[in-house]
């Protein structure tokens, strides 16, 4: 199967060609010819399957062919649940629109909202939103949704998840009765389903990888460590292994600053990555991270979902999640377009619970084991439940001299001369992400 099999234009396949694709993936294969038939669809599909092109090119496609005169207005509504995720899905857009006269914009929040009053004025084709962003527009009269013919949910679980049911549904009354929607989801879970039943027409259902089915291309691996030590031993994992890029996870937001600014302290570069962060500071730390100025970027779930960093190698789970759920979401950063990932978990004895519901979710046996030096002061098995036992934090100062001892000796590849984060580059955020298509 090739892409020149699926019923694209000869436009839309030159930016494939160029993107260097060769063959279209599983969710690709199904969901393009559906939608150049102007199908509805409720299509399982998780980030890293190539969903976003899935729905992209049919959907460039299908507004370059029946081209409009006179003023442009929103034809496509792209919804998505949050800004990064909304920027990435534009750049896609972007970049596979590269040959067609369809002009684009993200609009979301955390930016100022009069430069994307005035872009939408100017008149867009193809409209990516956040829910709460995009209706505000709608409150303040700024956008008009009456000619939509083709509406997408994106990541539709993740935005019911963050309670956007409502704004979504003030979106669906203010779009026509009669237009395309296509629905992508991690799961088919009931609030989906019901989200499904009232919004599609007759969908074509497409599921490429359950949610419960981790990526056969990432590696992963369990190591039991003290809680106490977690962060000496991911600074010697780093180190030790020369890890130029690792995305890590964190449970909380100030986990995840804390944590970047101890890394900072042990001489890597990291920068962290949450809901509290403005736009301008997200955008920031996630550009320094995919042109490498930053070695570490230190993010909680949600703030992560939906990044598209390419060629990702490690993902390490600093904590585990208290969703099972969120370990695959994690685990699928890396692993992704045909290259191989490494997924890590640091497991301290008081995660035996997360640990083993994830076990029972996935269904595949994780290989569990310590990194010497760094074994556990009381041994646990983490696939028995047994009785907390307390969390050891040194008195005092904190590090034992039993500790001290076992570390191992620094590494002479710690990257203390990494170079620094580069200031100033680009103001993202500052004004409305509007480009042509
Ligand atoms: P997505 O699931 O949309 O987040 O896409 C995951 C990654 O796969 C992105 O980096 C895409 O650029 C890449 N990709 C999408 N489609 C293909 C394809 N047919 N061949 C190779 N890589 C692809």
Known sequence: MSFSDLGLSADVL???????YETPTPIQAQAIPAVLRGKDLMAGAQTGTGKTAAFTLPLLDRLASTAQGGQRRVRALILAPTRELAAQVQDSVRVYGAHLQLRSLAVFGGVGIQPQITALRRGVDILVATPGRLQDHLDRGSVDLS???????DEADRMLDMGFLPAIERILRSVPARRQTLLFSATFAGPIRQLAGRFLSEPEVIEVARANATTESVSQSVYLVDHARKRELLSYLIGARNWRQVLVFTRTKRGADRLAASLEKDGLTAASIHGDKSQGARTRALKDF???SVRVLVATDVAARGLDIDRLPHVVNYELPDTPEDYVHRIGRTGRGGERGEAMSLVCADESGQFRAIQ???????????VEGFEPAAP????????????????GSGKSAA???????????????????????????????????
């Not at 030159?14 to 260097?20: D, I, N, S, W, Y």
């Not at 000619?147 to 949910?153: A, D, F, N, P, R």
């Not at 036992?389 to 008195?395: E, H, K, L, V």
């Open 403 to 437: 500790s001290s001892r076992r570390r191992p000796a620094p590494q002479a590849s710690h990257p203390r001369g990494d170079r620094g984060r580069p200031q100033g580059a680009g103001k993202p955020g500052s004004r409305a992400r509007q480009r042509r298509a």
């Open 147 to 153: 000619k939509v013919e083709i509406l997408v949910l």
């Open 380 to 395: 646990f098995d983490p696939n028995r439940a047994v009785g907390k036992p307390p969390i050891r934090r040194g008195a």
């Open 360 to 370: 029972s979710l996935i269904k595949i046996p994780l290989p569990v084991s310590t």
């Open 14 to 20: 030159r930016a494939v060609t160029e993107q260097g």
């Open 290 to 292: 995919k042109r490498q």
